[in-house]
């Protein structure tokens, strides 16, 4: 074993409506808000994302996924997710994802009844067992009710 890394990601984007909502790699149908973004806006997939890159410091997903370039326009954020993956297997070798913690903060709608869906969605992406895919749903108590946040943090093993 060549050591343990964490990484730490956040991103966030407003909120509109006719637009939709994407958490985890699963659609939210029950809102009538979704994200403003040049992707799909998954908050929860980006900040895994940025974690990942954080955690072997190669940057973040802006650098290889610019908003500026419209051939991501709309891109599905498991895209993101599934090349940053390939990027640390490429670079980093053998790793491992021990753990995921995730909180994501949103007024409205709640997200508790998906609980288990982005659990498994999240756990499914990166091959890991489900137990190791912690997902917490917070609001921001009214301050920021067209807003959508999330932060994720990962430790991973390096063979």
């Given at each position: 074993m060549d050591g343990l890394r964490i990484g730490y990601g956040e991103d966030a984007h407003a909120l509109a409506p006719g637009r939709s909502l994407v958490i985890g790699a699963v659609k939210i149908d029950s809102s009538p808000v979704g994200t403003v973004a040049h992707s799909d806006g998954d908050v929860l997939l980006h900040a895994l994302s940025d974690a990942l890159l954080a955690a072997y410091a190669m940057g973040d997903i802006g650098q290889y996924f610019p908003p500026s370039n419209p051939n991501y326009r709309g891109l599905d954020s498991r895209v993101i997710l599934q090349t940053v993956l390939q990027r640390l297997a490429d670079q980093v070798g053998r790793y491992r994802i021990v753990n995921?913690?995730?909180?994501v903060v949103l007024d409205q709608p709640r997200l508790?009844?998906?609980?288990?869906d982005i659990q498994r969605q999240l756990a499914g992406e990166l091959g890991i067992d489900?137990?190791?895919?912690?997902?917490?749903?917070?609001?921001?108590?009214?301050?920021a009710p067209d807003f959508i946040q999330a932060r994720a943090t990962v430790l991973l093993e390096t063979e």
């Open positions: 995921l913690s995730a909180v508790g009844p998906t609980r288990r489900a137990s190791r895919v912690g997902v917490t749903f917070k609001t921001s108590e009214g301050m």
